[in-house]
C-alpha cells in the first residue's frame, strides 16, 4: 500500500454538492489513523488531508464509504536501464512512495511503468524524477498531437514499448559484438592452451600477458561500461541488482589479474594466475545473452506492431471536387474518400457507394470477408476486396477500433497477474542474498582450501550465475505473448489479470439473446383476439413498438412495414423494464408485453394458453397486446440460434466446464433453445437487475463466467468472476466486461478459455524454470564445479530460455 511521508495530500472527491456533503467527507478522512485534519473545498471539488505517513489508498477508500468518489487516472512512463525483476521492483517502490500515488506498476518485458495517482495528483516530471532517484533513466515521452490533430500518441510507434525495445536490441547487439572480438583471441589462446600446450609457448610470455590486460581492460569499460554505469550507484544506495552482479564479478576478476600483473608482490607466487580472459568473455556471453533476450522481447510485442501497421500510412480524400492522396494521420471526421479494390481502409468510415467484400481477420479473427454496401461500416485497417467503395469517415486517430484495440492489448500487456506475487517476493531479497552466499563462498574457500585464486573464482561464478532476470520476464512476457495472440483470434483480454482468473473457471453463464442467439428475432406468429383482425391490429402494436429499440420492437415494425401496413405515431410512450411498454396510439391505449405485464394488468391470458405452450415449445417468443384495456391477442418473435453456438459450447464441455443460460423469456421459450444445445441449466424469466442475483446463485462454490452482449448484462459482466462480451468489429470498447470477442462469435468463449490455460501453463513453465536453475545452480557454483566462463553463458541462456518458452504461444491455436 502506498504511503506517503508528506504531511499534506490533496484528492480530488466526486459527488459532493453541499456543505453537509463536505462536512461528511471530512468527518469520514479525520476518523483515520494518522490523519490530524481534513478541509474540503466545496468549489474545488477536493479535500487537503494532513497527517503523518498518509495512505492515499486508505484515504480513497474511506471517501468511498463516505458515498463518495475519489477519482484516479494513469501515467504512463518508459523506463531505461532495468535489467532485471530487481529493478522493477526499485522503481515500483520509488514511484509508489510518491504522495497521491495509489499504485505503480512495472512491466519488465516492456520496460514500461504504469502509475494511478489521483488527477493532477502528481506530475510527469515527478515521476521521472523518481525513476532518476531509483537509479534509472525515464523514456522520451512521446510527441504528443498538435491542437486540432485527432491522431493520438498512441498511434504512432513511439508510444509503444516496442520501438524501445528495438532500440536496445540495436545497442545491445553493437556492444555485444564488440566484447566478442575482444574477447575472442582471449578465450581462444587461453582455452586453446589448454588443448594445445604448444600454443600456449608460442603465444604466451609477458607481451601476451600486458595483451590480455588491454583486450579486458577494453571489453571491461567499454561495452562492458554499461553494467558498472548502473551497477555501482544501485549497490551503494543498498538496492543491488543484477548489474551489480555482473559489475562485481567482472572487476573482481579483472581487479585480481591486474594486481597479479602490476604488483606481483603483493599476491604469493603459487597464487599468481590471470583471470582476464574470465572477465573479458563473461562481459561479451552477459552481452550476448541480453541481446538475444531484447531479441526476443521485440518479436513477443510483434502483435502491437502488426496492429499498427494495419493502418496504411496514406488515403484518398475527395477535397475541392478532385481526388487527392494525403497522410493518414491527416483525416479528419466527414471526410470523403475512395478505396479501390485490394486496397486496405484507411480509418473508420461509413460506406457511401458501393459493395464489395471486405477481409476483417487482422481485426476481428474472423477469416472469412463480410460484405459491405451503402449504410453500412467498415473498420480501419481491413483489406478491400474487388469493389471500388465511396466512403465517409466516422472516427480517426484515437476514436478508430484499431487504436482502441491496440490499447486494449498494450493494458493487458502491462498488467500484472496475481500469479506473479510470488516472483515480486523472491526477486526483492534475491540479489542482496546473492551478494552474501558469494562473500560466505568466497570465506570458505579461503578458509578450506587457502587459495585467494580459488576462492575469487568461486564466488565470481555465484555473482554470475545468479539470475533473476529469468524470475522477472517468467510472468511479463507469456502476458505479451499470449494477449497479443488472443487479439489475432479476435480475443481481447482488456485486463491482464483476466487471463489467470479465466483459468480457473468451473462455470460458463450465457445470456441468450444476442449471444447464443442472432439478435435480429423476426415477427413469426400473430393471432387476434376475437373482436380483432390482423390488418389492424398489427399497425396499433407496431406504432406502440415505434418508441423502443428492443430487437423485439424492430421486428414487429419491419413485420408491418414488409407487409403494407402503416405505422401510425404514437404519444405518451412508457417503457416498462422486464414488463413491456404502453403508449397511445390513434386514440387507442396500447400496451404490449410480457404474460406477467398482462397479470398487472388484470387481464386472463388463459384463452391463449395453447397457442402459447406451442409457440414456446418451438423455441418463439410470445407477446401479448392489450388494447384499450382488453386482451387484443398473442404474437411471436423467434431469434434464430447462432450456427456457431453449438461447436462452442461443445468445445466448453469437452473442456469440463458446466454450461448455464440466462434469460428474460419465460422458461417453456428458454428450455427449448437451451435443449437442442445441450444446456443443462436455465434461469429463466429473469428480470434485468435480477441477472446479478442468477449469476451469484449459479457460481456455487467455483468461478463462474458470464457471457452477454455487453449492453443489458453490464450488471452480470460485472459481477461474474470473468465477463466476457460478445461484441462486433466496430464496437470493442466494452468496459464493463474483461474480455472482449470482437468477432461478436461465440467460439471465442473457448478459445479464450484455452488461451488462458495455455499462458498460465507457459508461466507455471517459466517460473519454475527460473527458480529451479537458481536453486540448483547457484550450490554448483559455491561447490566451485563451475568456471565463472560457463556462468555467464548459464544465465544468458536462462532468461532466453524463458523467453523462448513464452514466444510458443504465438503458434497457438484453439
Known sequence: MPVAEASRLTLPVEGMHCAGCAGKVERALAALPGVSGAAVNLATHRVTVEGEALDAEALRDAISRAGFASPEEATEIGVEGMSCAACAGRVERALAALPGVNAAVVNLATRRATVRHAPGAVDRPALEAAVRAAGYQPAPEAAEPSPGDDTPSAASPDHHAAPPVRGEEAGLRRDAIVALLLAAPLFLVEMGGHLLPALHHAVGGPAWNWTQLALATAAMFGPGLRFHRTGWPALFRGGPEMNSLVALGTLAAWGYSAVVLLAPGLVPETQRHLYFEASAVIVALVLLGRWLEARSRGRASAAIRRLLDLQPPTARVERGGREEEIPAAALRVGDVLRLRPGERVPTDALVLEGESHIDESMVTGESIPVRRGPGEAV???????????????????????????????????????????????????????????????????????????????????????????????????????????????????????????????????????????????????????PGFDKATLLPLIAGAESGSEHPVARAIREAATERGLPVPAASGFQALPGMGLRAGVGGHRVEVGADRFMAALGLEVAPFAAEAARLADAGRTPVYAAVDGRLAGILAVADPVRPTAAPALSALRAMGLRLAMVSGDNRRTAEAVARPLGIGEVRAEVLPEGKVEAVRGLRGAGRLAFVGDGINDAPALAAADVGIAIGTGTDVAIESADVVLISGDPRGVPTAVALSRATLANIRQNLFWAFAYNVVLIPVAMAGLLSPMLAAAAMGLSSVFVVGNALRLRSFEA
Open 379 to 529: 473498420v480501419g485497417g481491413t483489406v478491400n476486396g474487388a469493389g471500388s467503395l465511396r466512403l465517409r469517415a466516422t472516427a480517426v486517430g484515437s476514436a478508430t477500433v484499431l487504436a482502441r484495440i491496440t490499447r486494449l492489448v498494450e493494458e493487458a500487456q502491462g498488467g500484472k497477474l496475481p500469479i506473479q506475487a510470488l516472483a515480486d517476493r523472491v526477486t526483492r531479497w534475491f540479489v542482496p542474498a546473492v551478494m552474501a552466499l558469494a562473500a560466505l563462498t568466497f570465506l570458505g574457500w579461503l578458509l578450506l582450501a587457502g587459495g585467494v585464486a580459488e576462492a575469487l573464482v568461486a564466488a565470481v561464478s555465484v555473482l554470475i550465475i545468479a539470475c533473476p532476470c529469468a524470475m522477472g520476464l517468467a510472468t511479463p512476457v507469456a502476458v505479451m505473448v499470449g494477449t497479443g495472440r488472443g487479439a489475432e483470434l479476435g480475443v481481447l483480454f482488456r485486463r491482464g489479470a483476466a487471463l489467470q482468473a479465466l483459468r480457473d473457471v468451473t462455470v460458463v453463464a450465457m445470456d441468450k439473446t444476442g449471444t447464443l442467439t442472432e439478435g435480429r428475432p423476426a415477427l413469426t406468429d400473430l393471432i387476434p383476439a
